[in-house]
């Protein structure tokens, strides 16, 4: 048997090259697939927006303005619909549904029509469900940026090395059966 590796060494250039260049590919991608690490969560920064993005996920914004306005375009409100936008009424940018007018809305509806406070709960639900979703993009959204951030040159250079080495040991224990 001979080594393809010793007999060709134009060919282990070449293949050191692909296999630098397939390396530093992987590596690249690995920047964003990796997850972040427990330094990255920590730092100040990531804190503080994770942070701001938490309390405003219930905060009265240009969102629920907007939610609000689609219910309101209707011609004939439920009155579990009524109900839910007049929980709004007032608010400003920042700030909070209370906990207990939502618990009283729902009383209330419950003792006038209990298919009206079914209907008002799904509301509830379903502006809950969009919150969380949102709350989740702009998580995800923030986790790329801080991924971004990261250095290139190293995941770059980590990856054409080990590309590059283990092309190498590959290429060196490549046999060819004389025949």
Known sequence: MKVEAINNRQNVVWTLAQGATIGAAAGLAGKYVLPLTPEEKKCDEYVKVMGKIHSQKNAYNFRTEKYLETLKSKENLSLAEDRFVKLFDGLKEGEHVKLGSIRKAIVDL????????????????????????????????????????????????????????????????KTEAKH
């Open 110 to 173: 419950t003792k006038i029509d209990k298919l009206a406070a079914a209907d008002f709960r799904g509301l509830c639900r379903e502006s809950s469900k969009a919150v969380k979703d949102t709350t989740k993009q702009c998580i995800s959204a923030y986790n790329l940026v801080t991924k971004h951030i990261r250095p290139t040159g190293f995941f770059v250079t980590t990856g054409a090395v080990v590309g590059a080495f283990i092309t190498l040991i590959n290429d060196v224990l």
